[in-house]
């Protein structure tokens, strides 16, 4: 099984609803896709490291599920948005076997 890890920096100013918003959006989309066997989205509580964050954890069968997540339409249409809420410059990537 895989684990891919995603960790986003919020822009300043962004509003709370907004990020919120986006939250929803990634839980809604990416759960619908047959490939996600568990998926996770929120907001850093800040007990270490940095609170502007939001990280989303995503449970897949093989990495041939997670390339074809990739591919789908709803992750598509959240990395095209992602910019309106995320800095794009630092986004944080990872993938695990668990």
């Known amino acids: ?12 100013g962004v509003a709370d609803e907004q990020v ?8 809604t989309k990416l759960q619908a896709e047959p490939v996600v066997k568990c998926i996770h989205v929120g ?3 800040g007990l ?7 990280t989303m ?10 390339k074809q997540l990739l591919a789908t339409d ?3 249409s959240l990395s095209v948005s992602a910019g309106e809420v995320f800095r794009t410059d630092n986004f944080v990537f ?3 076997n668990i």
Do not use: E, W, Y
Request: glycine share 2%; no cysteine; charged share 15%.
């Open 1 to 12: 099984m895989i684990r891919h890890i995603f960790i986003a920096t919020i822009k300043d």
């Open 20 to 27: 919120n918003n986006v939250m929803n959006q990634m839980q």
């Open 43 to 45: 907001h850093s509580l």
């Open 48 to 54: 270490v490291g940095p609170t502007n964050t939001v």
């Open 57 to 66: 954890v995503i449970d897949l069968d093989s990495a041939d599920d997670f």
């Open 74 to 76: 709803a992750h598509k």
């Open 94 to 96: 990872s993938q695990i």
